[in-house]
């Protein structure tokens, strides 16, 4: 299937170091299937697990590139720290929506 104008129009550019190539797609997948333990973590308040998540975002989403990934990370950790559910989820939904509109494009990085 030929993308649309609308579909180009919802990506999100983003260029990642050529370094990351070969395991950006296993991260990706990572972090989309973290999304997941979020909402389970969520529905149990199991708020060690949802920060320990949060966490694991906030240091390394950047480090590959996404900057969005480690902000959200961060939100995630501090409201779990706190055991305040209040907001988590759209924060999860933000990551999901995040990863599925990704246009990634790999360029050397000195």
Do not use: C
């Not at 990642?16 to 296993?26: L, M």
């Not at 308040?45 to 990934?69: C, M, P, S």
């Not at 924060?91 to 990085?109: C, G, K, P, S």
């Amino acid at each position: 299937m030929k993308p649309t104008n609308s579909d180009k129009l919802n990506k999100i550019p983003v260029t990642i170091d050529r370094d990351f190539e070969s395991i950006i797609d296993e991260y990706l997948q990572i972090t989309l299937d973290n999304t997941r333990e979020l909402r389970e973590s969520l529905a149990k308040r199991d708020f060690e697990k949802i920060e320990t998540i949060g966490h694991n975002w906030k240091g390394t989403g950047e480090a590959y590139g996404l900057k969005r990934i480690t902000e959200v990370g961060a939100k995630i950790e501090t409201l779990a720290k706190n055991n305040s559910e209040k907001g988590i989820e759209g924060l999860v939904d933000i990551i999901h929506d995040y990863i599925n509109r990704l246009d990634i494009t790999f360029e050397e990085f000195t």
